[in-house]
């Protein structure tokens, strides 16, 4: 009787650690299967994140003191020449948007951009200097945040106005 005792008792302990496991491992699975559901649901709710890859235009609003940036679904290609001549020629044809305005108001173009080791030159040409000057300031400011939100790497801006470094 002892005999039979002990392996009913160890039958049942044997048993019940098998369910345990077993429920375990369902459990387990149906975790993995919640957490699956709920990373869908997340990314349909918020929507994946995808890198904008066109340009980043800057152009001062209708007070003329601060840059609102606009995109422009054109991606720059080439070498950095290239990709700052699209940018700034893509500038002076002005905003898309009527809440803001261009960058310059007078008779400006690009004349050319060269690139050094960490640095591009660009030279423009003006017709009337004297009306320009008031919008230097704002005009520096987009040229300079758009190529550098548009283009990636480390490069310093210097502009020439009619081959004259300006400051």
């Known amino acids: 009787m002892p005999y039979t005792m002990g392996s009913a008792i160890l039958s049942n302990i044997l048993s019940n650690d098998m369910n345990t496991a077993s429920n375990n491992e ?6 993995i ?8 649901v997340f990314i349909l ?5 995808l890198q904008f890859n ?6 001062p609003d209708k007070s ?4 609102k940036l606009e995109k422009r679904p054109i991606a720059p290609i080439g070498s950095l020449e290239e990709k700052a001549k699209d940018v700034v020629e893509e500038l002076l044809l002005g905003p898309l948007s009527r809440d803001l305005q ?10 050319r951009a060269v690139a050094g080791k960490n640095e591009l030159y660009l030279d423009f040409t003006i017709k009337d200097l004297s009306a320009f000057s ?6 520096k400011a987009a040229i300079d945040r758009s190529l550098h939100d548009t283009i990636p790497g480390n490069f310093h801006v210097y502009l020439y106005i009619n081959g004259i470094l300006a400051r």
């Open 45 to 49: 709710w918020r929507g994946p994140t």
């Open 64 to 67: 003329g003191q601060t840059l």
């Open 33 to 40: 299967v919640l957490l699956i559901i709920v990373a869908v």
């Open 54 to 59: 066109g340009l980043r235009l800057y152009f």
């Open 102 to 111: 261009p960058i310059a108001h007078v008779d400006i173009s690009l004349e």
């Open 26 to 31: 369902h459990k387990d699975r149906y975790i």
């Open 134 to 139: 008031a919008e230097y300031k704002i005009f």
